[in-house]
């Protein structure tokens, strides 16, 4: 399964963004994840979800913002951003595992897609 993460953009604090990754084929028995990356920086945790579409986990740093959700019949993952702060600015990508697991590790996860810019900036 590909995976292709879309929606980034500029925009400025205190606003909202919805990033989408589709697949290319079915993603209703993986379980999907986002991860962001600034330059010079490893790629780091987001949210995840279990291919049972039960609820997400997410990194500290966004819990209360970012929603994660997931739409099998579309073969979709999405993330609901909201009032975003510039330190949420990074490259996003989306992977998937055919494990149920939400794991923050990079190494978990076995397919990803290119990522999406987002920049937060006044």
């Known amino acids: 399964v590909q995976l292709q993460a879309s929606g980034g953009g500029l925009v400025q604090p205190g606003d909202s963004l919805r990033l989408t990754c589709a697949a290319s084929?079915?993603?209703?028995?993986?379980?999907v994840a986002w991860f962001r990356q600034t330059p010079g920086k490893e790629r780091s945790f987001v949210a995840a979800?279990?291919?049972?579409?039960?609820?997400?986990d997410y990194a500290e740093a966004v819990k209360g913002r970012f929603t994660m959700s997931r739409d099998n019949a579309k073969n979709t993952a999405i993330l609901q951003m909201n009032n975003l702060k510039p330190e949420d600015t990074a490259v996003y990508y989306c992977?998937?595992?055919?494990?149920?697991?939400?794991?923050?590790?990079?190494?978990?996860?076995?397919?990803w897609g290119q990522g999406t810019l987002l920049t937060v900036s006044s």
């Open positions: 979800i279990r291919w049972r579409n039960s609820f997400p």
């Open positions: 992977a998937s595992s055919v494990m149920s697991t939400t794991s923050p590790r990079t190494t978990t996860w076995s397919s």
């Open positions: 084929g079915s993603i209703s028995r993986s379980s």
